[in-house]
């Protein structure tokens, strides 16, 4: 069963902290990665954990893979958000990405380096190595967003600021580099998520208001590099996406059905540790993308069949 917007519990009996995250499957496992926020890591870390699940239902609490000591060397404030790992099968390495931010000189702002690290592993949820950080094809990049399309290759969803929209962008052979852009989406919009479903990408954010919720927006296009089509809402907007923003989009391809979960954080900026996780199936098809409560007024509890792709929900 997920209850969508409660808390959730690891295997430990703790609160799952993988806020701002992404879900890849390895070998038939799923590996969540995201932000660890607990209220006792110690403060000089950014950590990144990971938790493994063969049913998405039950997460097993695989480790801080990343302890995120301010490994770019930042002076004044800094911080690490919403890591996404990728396999990439021509090295074999794991190969992290996350945005790394923090001051620059004069300003007050943790928010003005706008880069992307890179951290590495031979294992999923071994310990990820610093490899870099930097602003990919040289641009401001804020809020990231991971993307596997169908046929295996591999996007960073970043958004730019001073450009006032998003790239999707392809990872160069090893993974190691963001190699170009192969879409930028003039509309202001972070915490990217984009899935292919029938034949069609669709493409999800919220708008920039922090870490307060806002009514986020999707749009479709037959092919990554676009037309894309305007922007539209996601759930009714006076919900504001049901006090939630996205981060990824999971697609589960079962025996019977695909199902697709709309992932978002519902954020707690005062107590971040205990943000909460609304995952939620959604009705997609033909062009539309709707995050709908089965019954009721928000997403109640549900569950899934991952080898048949079923959900079922409690009424
Ligand atoms: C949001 C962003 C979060 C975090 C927050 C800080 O816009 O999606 O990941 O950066 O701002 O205010």
Not at 11 to 40: K, L, N
Not at 179 to 201: H, R, T
Not at 285 to 306: H, N, Q, T, Y
Request: aromatic share 14%; charged share 25%; with cysteine.
């Amino acid at each position: 069963m997920i209850d969508p917007a409660k808390i959730w519990l690891d295997d430990r009996g703790q609160h799952i902290q993988a806020h701002g995250g992404a879900i890849i499957d390895v070998d038939g496992t799923y590996y969540w990665f995201g932000e660890d926020r607990s209220p006792d890591n110690d403060p000089g870390t950014c950590p990144v954990a990971c938790y493994a699940s063969k049913d998405l239902i039950n997460w097993e609490f695989r480790g801080q893979v990343f302890e995120g000591r301010n490994p770019a060397k930042i002076e004044g404030l800094w911080q690490i958000e919403r890591p996404k790992v990728f396999h990439c099968k021509a090295t074999g390495k794991f190969v992290m990405y996350m945005h790394i931010d923090g001051q620059v000189p004069g300003h007050w702002s943790r928010y003005r380096r706008a880069e992307v690290g890179i951290a590495v592993c031979d294992t999923v949820d071994g310990n990820y190595e610093w490899v870099r950080s930097f602003r990919p094809l040289g641009k401001e990049s804020r809020d990231i967003g991971q993307f596997i399309d169908d046929d295996g290759q591999a996007y960073l969803i970043f958004e730019s600021r001073p450009e006032g929209g998003f790239h999707i962008a392809r990872l160069s052979e090893n993974y190691l580099d963001v190699a170009e852009s192969v879409a930028f989406i003039k509309s202001p919009i972070e915490g990217g998520a984009i899935v292919k479903y029938d034949g069609l990408y669709y493409c999800l954010g919220s708008q920039l208001t922090g870490w307060w919720p806002n009514a986020n927006k999707y749009a479709t296009s037959e092919k990554l590099e676009g037309p894309w089509s305007e922007f539209r809402d996601l759930a009714p907007p006076e919900t504001l996406t049901y006090g939630s923003q996205s981060t990824y989009l999971l697609k589960v391809v079962g025996s019977e059905t695909t199902t697709v979960i709309y992932m978002g954080d519902v954020w707690r900026p005062y107590e971040l540790a205990d943000s909460r996780y609304l995952w939620y199936p959604l009705e997609i098809g033909g062009g539309e993308m709707a995050l709908k409560p089965d019954s009721g007024w928000a997403p109640g509890i549900w569950s899934l069949d991952v080898r048949s792709g079923d959900v079922e929900y409690d009424e």
